[in-house]
């Protein structure tokens, strides 16, 4: 069954570093997401993206964080200068329409 | 913003009994989705309803869509000790297209053997 793979599962990063995580959604699907989830929390929309633009964002999703697909299979989520408060595991999410979204299994980030 | 509340917040149960959770809106809702989570993992689809008082099922889950379209509840039955995790709805925000889901807080399951 196709899923949405992501890379690294775990990333340590130093406070004010870059971090890139990696994601390649279902292939035929259209609408590509992040959502994070900071430990014990509820998961939290940050960014969606469709026809190679972003389509809306949220209030977490500031000039700190950036999107790209850079080809026809990866979806990547750029940090420029992580803070101690982005440590939380990311979700990178896909789906064909845009009312259900299929998860991948997450990168936790860990800003120290 | 959107809001979703969901009870109980969470359940013990032992194994072969049936649970039931519920998650409610202040406001519409045009998709319910029940997801489960297990430590350290992604959320995983269970369940999709679209039309106001749908009745679905997916094995031992069974999901409906409330007629007032601001609720949803979620039943399992016959627990199995797999079951553990934590069920979230959620739904895409009817104000805006672009599939931003809005996730309650989740219910915590436990299922003692």
């Known amino acids: 069954e196709p899923e949405v793979t992501q890379t690294p599962s775990h990333q340590v990063t130093q406070m004010g570093q870059e971090v890139i995580l990696r994601c390649v959604p279902i292939?035929?699907?259209?609408?590509f997401y992040w959502y994070r989830q900071i430990l014990g929390q509820k998961v939290e929309f940050l960014v969606s993206?469709?026809?190679?633009?972003?389509?809306?964002k949220s209030e977490i999703f500031d000039d700190q964080f950036s999107v790209e697909r850079p080809d026809g299979s990866n979806f990547t989520l750029k940090i420029r200068s992580t803070k101690l408060e982005d440590s939380a595991m990311y979700f990178c999410?896909?789906?064909?329409?845009?009312?259900?979204?299929?998860f991948g299994q997450g990168t936790r980030l860990t800003v120290v | 913003g959107q809001q979703l509340n969901q009870s109980p917040q969470s359940m013990f149960i032992q194994e072969g009994e049936d649970v039931s959770m519920n998650c409610t809106s202040s406001s519409i809702f045009n998709t319910w989705l029940w997801y489960k989570q297990d430590p350290g993992e992604g959320p995983v689809l269970l369940i999709a309803?679209?039309?106001?008082?749908e009745l679905t099922s997916n094995g031992r889950l069974t999901a409906q869509f409330g007629i007032t379209r601001k609720d949803s509840f979620l039943n399992i039955s016959a627990s199995i000790p797999s079951d553990v995790g934590i069920y979230f709805c959620a739904g895409p925000n009817p104000d805006t297209s672009y599939g931003k889901l809005t996730f309650g807080q989740g219910t915590i399951l436990t299922v003692h053997p």
């Open positions: 999410a896909s789906g064909q329409g845009d009312t259900e979204a299929f």
């Open positions: 309803l679209y039309k106001a008082g």
């Open positions: 292939s035929n699907h259209l609408y």
């Open positions: 993206f469709y026809n190679n633009e972003i389509s809306e």
